[in-house]
């Protein structure tokens, strides 16, 4: 099977290797797309109703898994808990038996000689958010406003996770309604309709649907679109600059335009109390922003808020290039059901952070540049000398595994897994910069990492990585790779 490159063909194997035996000759071409139909009811209701029709009805037993974890949320949370009324309808209008696993985020879907047309199901969305204390790991229901993220909401069917996937939302019948695989502003018709090419695309988009919702699309190299949803007094337009500004800074240190449009989804939330804001999530080509008021961009707005913005912008845009396309050991095939171990998230979240800071410096005036790149890589230092004794013993690799799972949890990892990335990564482009006259910097390497992933459609292996680096730029980094991956204190 490993040599069957098609996702088409993978599933035909599939097939024909799990679920049908000997007369399946007779039988019509498997399933090669699977239909998703998400519905929101109306205010009052805090669940939305998922259909999931694959393009032909498949043969009993099917499994359907709903996630326990995301790309770059390193993190375990079960979204299965939420899944409710578990259905799926034969090909006769029969209900078949859905039998959820005991431990694992599966149901086990008929056993008998059914074939599957749909599987259906409720998401509580109101329970996620009572339960999940970190706002930007939930989704959201209001009064005037729904925000979904995909992997909370969007299961698949095993074996079916490669299917090109078509996508119809459909919310109260004045609301505008938006899918981020499809970013533009939507009039108030209460339905959206997008395409993904899989089902890891599908789960890393969102839904964001109601009158709460303010929209404004800035054309741009990549165009952008602003869908923001806020519980106090927020300037649109000024927010709409700022997200402008960083992903034109971001765009142009990486210097393509992988995809066409990036979609902002930000709430400004007031607080629920023991629930934690602040943190944004990184998805394909859109992020979620999940803040608590007192962020939104007005007149009272602090005087570092713009910098500040700015630089939360461009770290979660930057993402879209590191780790979305070129990443280390780990972050991908993701698996859905469990966190991943990754060895590289210093890169991820490191050289993605310095990638993003470097973007936002640069289109500073010089002195200030300085000051505030100065000013960064002391805070860096500051987490690497505050931590505590055994995280300062941990090598780098050991670190990366332990965030794997905790990084925002404990963030002593995420923090500790960032700062000596991003130092790594500032000494590396100090080091170019000084060995080339100035010729030459870390943005080059990007460069060369993005073409070597590009080529390749693999996660590169560290010493593949040093040594982009070093041919890209000339100059050998690594001594700087060897000396960063050992313990802070040994
Ligand atoms: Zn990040």
């Known amino acids: 099977m490993r040599l069957m490159r098609?996702?088409?063909?993978?599933?035909?194997?599939?097939?024909?290797?799990?679920?049908?035996?000997?007369?399946?000759?007779?039988?019509?071409?498997?399933?090669?797309?699977?239909?998703?139909?998400?519905?929101?009811?109306?205010v009052g209701d805090?669940?939305?109703?998922?259909?999931?029709?694959?393009?032909?009805?498949?043969?009993?037993?099917?499994?359907?898994?709903?996630?326990?974890?995301?790309?770059?949320?390193?993190?375990?949370?079960?979204?299965?808990?939420?899944?409710?009324?578990?259905?799926?309808?034969?090909?006769?209008?029969?209900?078949?038996?859905?039998?959820?696993?005991?431990?694992?985020?599966?149901?086990?879907?008929?056993?008998?000689?059914?074939?599957?047309?749909?599987?259906?199901y409720r998401v509580n969305v109101g329970r996620m958010e009572d339960r999940i204390r970190s706002s930007v790991e939930s989704s959201k229901?209001?009064?005037?406003?729904?925000?979904?993220?995909?992997?909370?909401?969007?299961?698949?069917?095993?074996?079916?996770?490669?299917?090109?996937?078509?996508?119809?939302?459909?919310?109260?019948?004045?609301?505008?309604?938006?899918?981020?695989?499809n970013p533009r502003i939507v009039g108030p018709k209460g339905m959206a309709e997008a395409q993904a090419a899989n089902y890891d695309v599908l789960a890393d988009s969102q839904v964001v649907m109601g009158p709460g919702v303010q929209f404004r699309e800035l054309p741009g190299k990549i165009d952008l679109l602003m869908a923001v949803y806020s519980e106090g007094d927020e300037d649109v337009d000024a927010e709409g600059k700022l997200a402008r500004e960083a992903l034109d800074r971001v765009q142009e240190y990486f210097g393509d335009t992988p995809f066409k449009a990036y979609t902002v989804s930000l709430e400004l939330l007031q607080p629920h109390q023991g629930h934690d804001y602040d943190f944004s999530q990184e998805h394909d080509s859109s992020g979620t922003f999940s803040l608590s008021v007192e962020h939104a961009t007005n007149a009272r707005s602090p005087d570092n808020h713009n910098y500040s913005t700015l630089l939360n912008y461009a770290h979660h845009m930057?993402?879209?290039?590191?780790?979305?396309?070129?990443?280390?050991?780990?972050?991908?095939?993701?698996?859905?059901?469990?966190?991943?171990?990754?060895?590289?998230?210093?890169?991820n979240e490191g050289f993605?952070?310095?990638?993003?800071?470097?973007?936002?410096?640069?289109?500073?005036?010089?002195e200030e540049r300085k000051s505030r790149r100065n000013q960064m890589i002391a805070r860096m230092h500051r987490i690497l000398d505050e931590a505590p004794a055994f995280i300062q013993r941990m090598p780098l690799t050991l670190l990366s595994q332990?965030?794997?799972?905790?990084?925002?949890?404990?963030?002593?990892?995420?923090?500790?897994?960032?700062?000596?990335?991003f130092l790594m990564a500032a000494e590396m482009d100090d080091c170019i910069q000084a060995k080339t006259g100035g010729r030459k910097s870390l943005r080059d390497a990007f460069r060369a990492l993005l073409d070597w992933s590009a080529a390749n459609h693999r996660a590169f292996q560290v010493e593949e990585m040093t040594g982009i680096i070093s041919q890209s730029t000339d100059v050998d980094v690594h001594e700087i790779v060897e000396h960063w991956m050992k313990a802070p204190v040994g």
């Open 6 to 42: 098609s996702p088409k063909a993978l599933l035909v194997a599939l097939f024909w290797t799990v679920c049908v035996p000997a007369k399946v000759l007779a039988v019509p071409a498997p399933a090669i797309s699977v239909a998703y139909h998400l519905r929101y009811a109306g």
């Open 46 to 120: 805090s669940r939305v109703i998922v259909q999931i029709t694959p393009e032909n009805p498949l043969p009993a037993p099917v499994s359907l898994v709903i996630p326990r974890t995301y790309p770059g949320g390193y993190s375990f949370v079960p979204y299965d808990d939420f899944a409710e009324e578990v259905r799926a309808f034969s090909l006769d209008g029969k209900i078949i038996e859905c039998k959820k696993d005991a431990d694992g985020p599966r149901w086990a879907i008929g056993h008998g000689s059914e074939r599957i047309l749909r599987i259906e």
């Open 141 to 181: 229901i209001r009064k005037n406003y729904v925000g979904l993220l995909g992997y909370s909401v969007f299961g698949y069917i095993d074996g079916l996770q490669a299917a090109p996937v078509s996508l119809r939302v459909e919310g109260p019948q004045d609301w505008p309604v938006l899918s981020t695989l």
């Open 318 to 347: 930057a993402h879209s290039w590191v780790p979305k396309r070129v990443w280390g050991v780990g972050y991908r095939p993701f698996n859905w059901e469990l966190p991943l171990v990754i060895e590289t998230i210093w890169f």
């Open 352 to 366: 993605g952070r310095y990638a993003g800071t470097q973007a936002i410096f640069d289109g500073l005036p010089a």
């Open 402 to 421: 332990e965030a794997s799972f905790l990084y925002a949890a404990d963030f002593r990892t995420g923090m500790n897994v960032f700062a000596r990335g």
